[in-house]
């Protein structure tokens, strides 16, 4: 197995950040031996009475056993509290009616640990595909996890959820709305988007804000679309994407139809998001591509994921090489509207192509110079209409083939 | 530069094939120095007049001025001779109005050197994107090429044709219609379907049958739907690749309807792209992804490509682990219509995967025999129609990263 567990290059600076405390959620995590030794692998998150949750989920069409139950009980309005039981190191997907019965198990134990109904449980499982979970070493702990549950526990419970997470996920706000203060903390694990195996994406964002489920939910679909699903690893898309919000409305303050609010909200989900970028598997640079000139909006994206995700494009940004004839390409592929002769491309601020063919007075050192950062920027103007779009990446490097050539033999 | 220079593993054994000479084609080759020293990069075919030929070509929105070209002569009916002359190491692709002059001035100098009218004078062009084409260098050559026109010259066409590729790649086939005896021969390059600056596909087959060019075309365009079009190495796609069938006629064996002469191109297609994917840049196993039981053709489609594309799939197969849950992974992100509990997966003969979840009595250890060898199948059952698919890729291994990373650092 390669070795995972040097820190990304690219992990923020400064360590797991300060997240305001967010009155009514507690948190309490545990070693449960799942598949991990010697780390936390469990963590219980209770929400107090009145609590609102939204949330959003992987389209695959091999979702896992916990998305299937969270999505069931996600529509459904409640005033009594809920509580969220993550378990890494076993993914529990594709494991059948196994898999049915265990998540059964968990959420039961749950409710009778924290006398919440069990249709106000939400569990997710991250890890390896395909085998049980064994759902005995979870239920077993959770009575004694509901002793130990802490306003402060959010920086373990980011810990307790990662899998091939090389640091630990949090981003906060606090924010004023009417003059008075409503705060936001998130934590979330991934070391893709993507990546079914241990690095599965989930997330989950708590505040203080009062605010009804109806309205709730539509934020939350918007801000995820500008931010968790803006970002790519390697293309591919896990079984257990899992994003809940709850809004515990415990400091009085009434959010509806705040921009303020919707703005710190989606704030946090695109720090949250970048993070999981930066930890992207075997990543030496960050990479923003933004696509402007595009005929819609929908062809804008279309570009810039075929960008993000091209290889030989993402190989390049590794090997430090501006090959922007590799954009070019990815532009072409993508099957959105294009026209070759009113493409122009930069990487950073400097022109590489315009009009067609390569820019004139372009010095390649310039473009290599900024190749040779550890933050790459690639933009691509179609010349064609006012679609735009920006999606995040990182590089392909040997060290991905290596974590995931390497993962289970 | 990484060394691109030792053969394939995959290469077929024996090196390349004794090929049936086409009456009415002849060969010539010459070391222009387009971007190579010592190898030959430019090739000039010369076909007899009466011959018809069809092609297909790139669907990238960014063809380049070569393809754009060849397109509006390939839809010309004429009686006329042709020529085909195609240099490596520069793609004239991304050049604009100067790959326009490029493309003019090669198949002027062509058709005077050759008697031949412009019209019928096809041009390609394989290697790096962006770079004016130093197209005197061609030109200067033709009239001594003409002069060494060989119809034995087929193999070294092949070699002459290549850019990362590490062996030259041919197929032929003889085979009676009416009982009558016709022959076809093709030659390709390309180290993936794929890759644009230095592994761009192309593919020349020569015939000396007798076929009228409306035709020809359908049966190469459903051959190439069948072969070419089910390859991939990375899932980038190029700006340049073509596909030209030529039949000269000189047999005077009509093969209007022939089911045996459409078998015979079909193969001789199959087998050259096959090739490709032998040689698939840093690949070090052949796989066939095969899918059956999909809700439509279109679906099954999807899903093979979806897994042929995964690089979690690509890189576990590079680690000879027999990872199913990222087949599943891949079937469930391709957007084709799943069940999770109606699927079933092999690898090899090996029932891995069944209704869900793990086979009944699995043993790892012999999915992982069949993951050592060099030869991989990957069969996906999605138990809903009758649709099926069957797709060609290689593995994803560390010599790719090392090959595209560093190819123009």
Known sequence: ????????????????????????????????????????????????????????????????????????????????????????????????????????????????????????????????????????????????LVDELDEHGIADAARAIMTTDTFPKGAGRTVEVDGYRIRIAGIAKGSGMIAPDMATMLAYVFTDARISRDSLQPLVAAACDESFNRITVDSDTSTSDTLLVAATGTSGVDVEGSDAFATALAEVMDDLARQVVRDGEGASKFVTVSVTGAASECDARQVAFAIANSPLVKTAIAGEDPNWGRVVMAVGKSGAEADRDCLSIRFGDVLVAKDGSVAPGYVETEAARHMGGDDISVSVDLGLGVGTATVYTCDLTSRYIAINADYRS
């Open 1 to 144: 197995m390669a070795d995972n567990l040097s820190v990304s290059p690219l992990a923020p600076a400064g360590g797991f950040p300060d997240l305001p405390v967010i009155a009514g959620v507690r948190f309490a995590t545990t070693a449960a031996g799942i598949k991990y030794k010697g780390r936390t692998d469990v963590m219980l998150a209770e929400l107090a009475p009145g609590t609102t949750i939204a949330g959003t989920f992987t389209r695959s069409k091999t979702r896992a056993a916990p998305v299937l139950d969270c999505e069931q009980k996600i529509g459904m309005p409640s005033e009594a509290g809920a509580a969220i039981v993550v378990n890494s190191g076993n993914a529990n997907a594709f494991t059948g009616a196994t898999g049915v019965a265990s998540v059964k198990a968990v959420t039961k134990a749950a409710a009778d640990a924290t006398g919440i109904p069990e249709a106000r449980v939400f569990t997710s499982s991250t890890g390896v595909i395909g085998e049980p979970l064994p759902h005995d070493r979870i239920t077993v702990t959770l009575a004694a």
